[in-house]
C-alpha cells in the first residue's frame, strides 16, 4: 500500500540523540495529524508503519542501551503494533485475494477465489480471539500510546556520541538481515524470510536519518533494501491469505476441491516471488558487514565536518 510517509533526517550540527528525538516526534506527530483525512486501511498502515520506525530507531541504540531497558521498551512499542494486527491481516488476506482474482484464468479458480472472499467478507478471521470491535476506539488507543512512547524515548540515555552511538546500531541490523536471509535461501523457513524483511525495512528507517551524508550511495541502498523488502512482503501476504484459507476450509466455508485450487494459486506465486526476492537479495545483502558500515562512517564524518553532529 503506497504511503506518503514524512521524510525526516539528522541536520549535521545536531548530535544524534537530539535528531533522533526529533525525529521520533516529527512522525509521530504526522502519523496522528493525517488521521481524519485518509481512509481507514491507510489510516491502519500509517500507525503500524510509525511504530515500525520507532522500533527501528530503538534497534540502532540497541548495542547502546542496556538490556533490560531495551527489551522492555521494545516490547512496548511491539504491543502498539500487535493490537491492529487482526484488522490490518484481514485487509491484506482481501488485498492480495484481489490481486488472485484480477489474474485469474479459469473459471474453477475465479469461483474458488469468490467463496475465499465471502468467507472472508463474512467475518472469518485467523485466531479465535479476533472479534470485531470498535475500529475508532483501537486506533485512539494507538495514539495515545504513541504518544507515551515519545516520553519514555526522551528518557533513554547512554555514554556512546555521535558515530559511536549509531555505528554498532547500523552494524547489528544489517547483519541479522544479512544471516536471516541466510538461513531463508538454507533453510526455506518463511520465519526467517519473516525477519530479514523485518531487519530490512529497520535498516531502511535508519538509513533515511543520515542519508543526507551520502545521498546518492545510501539513497540507493535505500532503494535497493525497499525492493526486497516489497518482495518479501508479498510473500508475507501469501501466507496471510493462507492461513484464511485453512481457517474457511476448517470451518466449512471451503470445500476440499476449492482448497486445493487456491493453494496452488497461492504456492505458484510464492514460487515467483521467492525466485525475485532471493535475487534481490544476493545483490542487496551480498557485501560484507565491515566494508559497507565503514562507507557510512566515512561519509558521516565528511557530512559532519569530523565533528559527529555536534558529538553530544
Same mark, same amino acid.
Given at each position: 500500500?503506497?504511503?506518503?510517509?514524512?521524510?525526516?533526517?539528522?541536520?549535521?550540527?545536531?548530535?544524534?540523540?537530539?535528531?533522533?528525538?526529533?525525529?521520533?516526534?516529527? &512522525?509521530?506527530?504526522?502519523?496522528? $495529524?493525517?488521521?481524519?483525512?485518509?481512509?481507514?486501511?491507510?489510516? &491502519?498502515?500509517?500507525?503500524?508503519? $510509525?511504530?515500525?520506525?520507532?522500533?527501528?530507531?530503538?534497534?540502532?541504540?540497541?548495542?547502546?542501551?542496556?538490556?533490560?531497558?531495551?527489551?522492555?521498551?521494545?516490547?512496548?512499542?511491539?504491543?502498539?503494533? +500487535?493490537?491492529?494486527?487482526?484488522?490490518?491481516?484481514?485487509?491484506?488476506?482481501?488485498?492480495?485475494?484481489? =490481486?488472485?482474482?484480477?489474474?485469474?484464468?479459469? !473459471?474453477?479458480?475465479?469461483?474458488?477465489?469468490?467463496?475465499?472472499?465471502?468467507?472472508?467478507?463474512?467475518?472469518?478471521?485467523?485466531?479465535?480471539?479476533? %472479534?470485531? %470491535?470498535?475500529?475508532?476506539?483501537?486506533?485512539?488507543?494507538?495514539?495515545?500510546?504513541?504518544?507515551? #512512547?515519545?516520553? +519514555?524515548?526522551? %528518557?533513554?540515555?547512554?555514554?556512546?556520541?555521535?558515530?559511536?552511538?549509531?555505528?554498532?546500531?547500523?552494524?547489528?541490523? =544489517? +547483519?541479522?538481515?544479512?544471516?536471516?536471509?541466510?538461513?531463508?535461501?538454507?533453510?526455506?523457513?518463511?520465519?526467517?524470510?519473516?525477519?530479514?524483511?523485518?531487519?530490512?525495512?529497520?535498516?531502511?528507517?535508519?538509513?533515511?536519518?543520515?542519508?543526507?551524508?551520502?545521498?546518492?550511495?545510501? #539513497?540507493?541502498?535505500?532503494?535497493?533494501?525497499?525492493?526486497?523488502?516489497?518482495?518479501?512482503?508479498?510473500?508475507?501476504?501469501?501466507? &496471510?491469505?493462507?492461513?484464511?484459507?485453512?481457517?474457511?476450509?476448517?470451518?466449512?466455508?471451503?470445500?476440499?476441491?476449492?482448497?486445493?485450487?487456491?493453494?496452488?494459486? &497461492?504456492?505458484?506465486?510464492?514460487?515467483?516471488? #521467492?525466485?525475485?526476492? !532471493?535475487?534481490?537479495?544476493?545483490?542487496?545483502?551480498?557485501?560484507?558487514?565491515?566494508?559497507?558500515? !565503514? $562507507?557510512?562512517?566515512?561519509?558521516?564524518?565528511?557530512?559532519?565536518?569530523?565533528?559527529?553532529?555536534?558529538?553530544?
Amino acid at each position: 500500500m503506497k504511503q506518503n510517509l514524512v521524510h525526516v533526517t539528522f541536520q549535521p550540527t545536531e548530535s544524534p540523540w537530539t535528531g533522533l528525538r526529533r525525529a521520533s516526534s516529527r &512522525i509521530i506527530a504526522d502519523a496522528t $495529524t493525517q488521521q481524519e483525512e485518509i481512509p481507514e486501511a491507510k489510516r &491502519i498502515h500509517l500507525l503500524r508503519v $510509525t511504530v515500525k520506525r520507532l522500533r527501528a530507531y530503538l534497534r540502532l541504540l540497541q548495542p547502546s542501551l542496556e538490556a533490560d531497558k531495551y527489551r522492555r521498551e521494545n516490547r512496548f512499542l511491539r504491543d502498539i503494533g +500487535r493490537s491492529l494486527s487482526a484488522t490490518r491481516d484481514r485487509q491484506v488476506a482481501l488485498r492480495t485475494l484481489k =490481486y488472485f482474482e484480477e489474474s485469474a484464468k479459469k !473459471k474453477s479458480v475465479a469461483a474458488a477465489l469468490q467463496s475465499v472472499h465471502e468467507a472472508i467478507d463474512g467475518g472469518l478471521a485467523t485466531h479465535e480471539t479476533d %472479534q470485531p %470491535q470498535d475500529l475508532d476506539a483501537k486506533m485512539s488507543n494507538v495514539i495515545a500510546a504513541l504518544q507515551e #512512547s515519545l516520553d +519514555r524515548f526522551s %528518557q533513554l540515555e547512554s555514554d556512546a556520541r555521535g558515530w559511536d552511538l549509531l555505528e554498532p546500531g547500523f552494524n547489528k541490523t =544489517y +547483519r541479522g538481515a544479512r544471516r536471516h536471509f541466510r538461513s531463508w535461501i538454507k533453510t526455506a523457513d518463511i520465519l526467517e524470510a519473516h525477519d530479514c524483511r523485518k531487519l530490512a525495512k529497520y535498516l531502511m528507517f535508519q538509513l533515511e536519518l543520515v542519508e543526507p551524508a551520502n545521498q546518492e550511495g545510501i #539513497s540507493l541502498f535505500r532503494k535497493n533494501l525497499r525492493r526486497l523488502e516489497k518482495k518479501l512482503g508479498q510473500l508475507n501476504d501469501c501466507v &496471510i491469505l493462507r492461513d484464511f484459507v485453512e481457517k474457511a476450509s476448517t470451518q466449512g466455508r471451503l470445500s476440499k476441491k476449492e482448497r486445493k485450487i487456491v493453494r496452488k494459486e &497461492i504456492r505458484a506465486r510464492e514460487k515467483e516471488v #521467492s525466485s525475485t526476492a !532471493k535475487r534481490l537479495g544476493r545483490d542487496t545483502l551480498g557485501e560484507k558487514p565491515a566494508a559497507l558500515v !565503514k $562507507t557510512w562512517e566515512i561519509a558521516w564524518s565528511q557530512w559532519t565536518g569530523g565533528k559527529s553532529g555536534a558529538g553530544l
